[in-house]
């Protein structure tokens, strides 16, 4: 009796140490190598933020967290145990430089993990981790096998007789990983709660990760491509003309860049698909000579189709890639996406989509009259560059995109930076 | 129970918090959530009415009406204000209604006044457009006399994508696009 209670007692201290949540101590107890990298710095993130980050009760058993075959800072799930049973399954991708918590409660994965955590005969198996292909998407399989004695008189795998049952986790390259929160039986996320935007990675954007170009660089890049140097002038030349019809041309990520579709006036058409990249425009001579809530909403569909290309088993984030930008007779603008996908605002349906477009552009157009009072001129009359460029950071403010969306000025051969003070006023322009 | 009675005025006294109103002109990003921009200088009722204008062989009949108290959104601020509508119906040559926005319920109509410019006595309004905002953008209305009123509409440029405007959208501009057109009222 002695010894039992000495042997339970073993295994409920081992089972104790190993989960402590607080603890920066890690063992790993899996059944396989880990990317114990990872794993110790979402340990630290998971520890300094647990109180946003926690959405269920029990505790991460980090000793038995698996990044399933990854080695490269991208993935680890970790099972959460309550009462002596794997309830949930927390998953934590990097995306760039940021990684994102979420809760799972796949069937598959719960008992993945109470096998690895609890059983006592168990192999890593079947025999190798695989790749397969799900739902079009790049998956990435590890499997373990259980014994299963016949009697329990005899549980020895080695001497007695019984079977082996294996069972798998599975890790797939999708964007629809980015969610943090508790994943529904349907696949939607539950985003209550927590920071949806992610938590930055204390192993800044991993290895192998090439370093982020600065938005301002990275659009002096774009413009000073000949083959979109010469569409940015047309449309320039364009934009003098006083023709009611708009112009515009996209660019796809193989650097082709083809005619928007025009058909009426006041208006450009982006066809926008898998490889789409970005678009310029011309707004015409009469209207208003920076970005309105539809272009900026339509920009966001570019931004969301940059990662949809990555190879199979990258973590790198294009989303900051996309662009589109502005020609105008008084001045042409750029903009670029500040952040990760998951930095992206979700997708609207479209009844919710009209209904906001239609505040948007009256808060817009609110917005410039009160700034064109406020620069003492009258309606009819035109904002200087300035209330131009507040009108950009009024307007995103009230979409909800303060701070996510990079506003670059292009004037000639001179690209800037424009921000806008804690006040509400805007910075010179920092040229780059 | 007079005590509760006296209780519950208290409370009450509290939580009825006046709402805060401002002239129309006032920038609706400086005021608080709830306030009023009420038209205490009775600047929108000159251009309440029925009005009439042709212009390129049409016949353009527009209907403006006030109406007080009208629920705004924009963002996370919610805001009322004094707001005129315009509804129109615009005749072929041949008498034939080509378009009409007659129909719609007053707050239903896509036309909506936002600021008022007083010293041009002139009211600026918003068009949302038609389909996929083809032609969004502002029309204003310049008050001339108690018979008179000049138009003005400037569309804006918008983009759009295979995403968000479906094929076989009518991107027909309806609205007069001429400097000034003279509405006379009816």
């Known amino acids: 009796m002695t010894v039992l209670l000495s042997l339970y007692s073993c295994i409920h201290d081992e089972i104790y140490s190993s989960s402590d949540p607080s603890s920066t101590e890690y063992t790993n107890k899996s059944l396989w190598k880990q990317d114990e990298k990872y794993i110790k710095n979402v340990m630290k993130v998971y520890a300094e933020n647990e109180a946003d980050i926690k959405k269920v009760n029990g505790i991460p058993y980090w000793n038995y967290a698996t990044t399933v075959d990854s080695f490269d800072e991208s993935f680890v799930a970790i099972p959460v145990v309550d009462n002596g049973k794997v309830i949930s399954v927390l998953k934590v991708p990097r995306h760039g430089k940021k990684i994102y918590f979420y809760y799972t409660h796949d069937e598959s994965d719960l008992l993945f993990f109470q096998r690895l955590v609890f059983a006592k005969n168990k192999k890593a198996g079947m025999p190798d981790s695989s790749t397969a292909q799900t739902d079009g998407m790049a998956c990435t399989r590890q499997w373990m096998s259980m014994w299963f004695p016949d009697s329990e008189s005899n549980p020895d795998p080695g001497s007695g007789s019984g079977h082996w049952e294996s069972v798998s986790i599975i890790k797939c390259e999708a964007t629809k990983d980015e969610c943090i929160g508790i994943a529904l039986p349907n696949g939607d996320c539950d985003l209550s709660g927590g920071n949806e935007g992610g938590y930055p990675y204390p192993g800044g954007g991993g290895e192998g990760t090439e370093p982020e170009e600065e938005p301002c660089e990275k659009t002096k890049a774009l413009v000073n491509n000949p083959a979109l140097k010469s569409k940015i002038d047309s449309l320039k030349k364009f934009s003098l003309t006083a023709e009611d019809d708009e112009m515009g041309f996209q660019q796809d990520k193989s650097g082709n860049i083809t005619p928007a579709q025009v058909n009426g006036k006041h208006y450009v058409e982006f066809l926008i698909d898998q490889n789409s990249l970005g678009g310029i425009h011309s707004h015409t001579l009469t209207g208003t000579h920076m970005f309105s809530p539809k272009d900026i909403l339509s920009f966001l569909s570019f931004a969301r189709v940059q990662n949809y290309t990555l190879p199979v088993g990258s973590t790198a984030d294009y989303t900051g890639n996309a662009f589109v930008g502005m020609i105008s007779q008084s001045g042409s603008y750029f903009i670029t996406f500040n952040g990760g996908s998951g930095d992206l605002p979700p997708p609207m349906t479209p009844a919710e989509q009209e209904a906001f477009e239609a505040e948007m552009n009256d808060t817009y157009r609110n917005i410039i009259k009160d700034l064109l009072k406020a620069e003492g001129k009258s309606k009819g009359d035109t904002l200087s560059q300035q209330g131009l460029q507040k009108l950009f950071f009024d307007l995103i403010k009230k979409m909800g995109l303060e701070g996510k969306i990079n506003l670059i000025q292009q004037d000639g051969s001179n690209t800037s930076t424009i921000q806008q003070n804690p006040d509400g006023t805007i910075k010179t322009p920092i040229p780059c | ?186």
């Open chain 2, 1 to 186: 129970m007079k005590n509760i009675f006296l209780l519950s005025i208290i409370l009450l006294s509290f939580s009825c918090k006046a709402q805060q109103i401002y002239p129309l002109n006032t920038n609706f990003l400086t005021i608080p959530n709830n306030a009023y921009l009420k038209d205490t200088n009775n600047e929108l009722m000159p251009f309440v009415g029925m009005w009439k204008a042709t212009f390129d062989n049409k016949e353009i009949t527009i209907k403006v009406d006030k109406v007080d108290y009208h629920y705004i959104k924009s963002g996370t601020q919610v805001f009322y204000r004094d707001v005129l509508f315009i509804r129109y119906s615009i005749k072929n040559a041949q008498g034939a209604i080509i378009k009409s926005t007659m129909n719609l319920p007053i707050t239903e109509a896509k036309i909506k006044s936002d600021v008022t410019f007083p010293n041009q006595n002139l009211i600026s309004f918003v068009y949302q457009g038609g389909d996929c905002r083809y032609g969004w953008g502002d029309v204003d209305l310049t008050f001339v006399d108690a018979t008179h009123i000049k138009w003005n509409y400037q569309p804006e440029g918008v983009i759009l994508t295979n995403l968000n405007c479906p094929n076989g959208a009518d991107t027909t501009i309806y609205l007069p696009k001429t400097p000034n057109l003279v509405f006379t009222k009816q």
